[in-house]
T-cell receptor, first 113, second 114 residues
Framework: QQQVKQSPQSLIVQKGGISIINCAYE??????FPWYQQFPGKGPALLIA?????SEKKEGRFTISFNKSAKQFSLHIMDSQPGDSATYFC????????????FGTGTRLQVTL | NAGVTQTPKFQVLKTGQSMTLQCAQD?????MSWYRQDPGMGLRLIHY???????DQGEVPNGYNVSRSTTEDFPLRLLSAAPSQTSVYFC?????????????FGPGTRLTVL
């Protein structure tokens, strides 16, 4: 059973600040690590994903950093905005099959004015 | 292109009742999954399917049944509802292959079991 540890559970950041969310996993045989964003009352939506043949991927204000040896990856949100207030989930493919994802427990981000 | 649709949006059941949560996708995705979301526990996989006629169990399958007779539809059946099944249920689909982790989620069904 894949274990995925996500931290922190909740985060409050001022507008313009940097939000950092971390994810650690045990094992995976597959190489594709996504972050999902979920707004209240909605389903999660893919935000950004990384293949671990690179250590960093940037899309706009969102960056994933990946440390394969430590089995950790993190999401950085630069210049955080109130519209970024949402719950964020990391996900890791199962070792047995990539068609199964194990999600972290989520981080509730609140960006204040 | 409607994406992933789920019905109903809300449902209240009494203990012991049965019901089916509907899920459909129009993206011709082979892979479909059902998750439940509970506070502080993230999304947990109930059942998944890698194609029509093929289903398998996830982390928390007890009390739920699924079938996949077509590529488009993947209903989730609660056999005898229990209060522990009070949750928000999400259906998701994905193209598979190198896009495996890119799952498209429906809007969810909020289920309360009294």
């Amino acid at each position: 059973q894949q274990q995925v540890k996500q931290s922190p559970q909740s985060l409050i950041v001022q507008k313009g600040g940097i939000s950092i969310i971390n994810c650690a996993y045990e094992n995976t045989a597959f190489d594709y690590f996504p972050w999902y964003q979920q707004f209240p009352g909605k389903g999660p939506a893919l935000l950004i994903a990384i293949r671990p043949d690179v250590s960093e991927k940037k899309e706009g204000r969102f960056t994933i950093s990946f440390n394969k040896s430590a089995k950790q990856f993190s999401l950085h949100i630069m210049d955080s905005q109130p519209g970024d207030s949402a719950t964020y989930f990391c996900a890791v493919p199962h070792t047995g099959t990539a068609s199964k994802l194990t999600f972290g427990t989520g981080t509730r981000l609140q960006v204040t004015l | 292109n409607a994406g992933v649709t789920q019905t109903p949006k809300f449902q209240v059941l009494k203990t012991g009742q049965s019901m089916t949560l509907q899920c459909a996708q129009d993206m011709n995705h082979e892979y479909m999954s059902w998750y439940r979301q509970d506070p502080g526990m993230g999304l947990r996989l109930i059942h998944y399917s890698v194609g029509a006629g093929i289903t398998d169990q996830g982390e928390v399958p007890n009390g739920y049944n699924v079938s996949r007779s077509t590529t488009e539809d993947f209903p989730l059946r609660l056999l005898s509802a229990a209060p522990s099944q009070t949750s928000v249920y999400f259906c998701a689909s994905t193209l598979g292959g190198q896009r495996m982790s890119e799952q498209f989620f429906g809007p969810g069904t909020r289920l309360t079991v009294l």
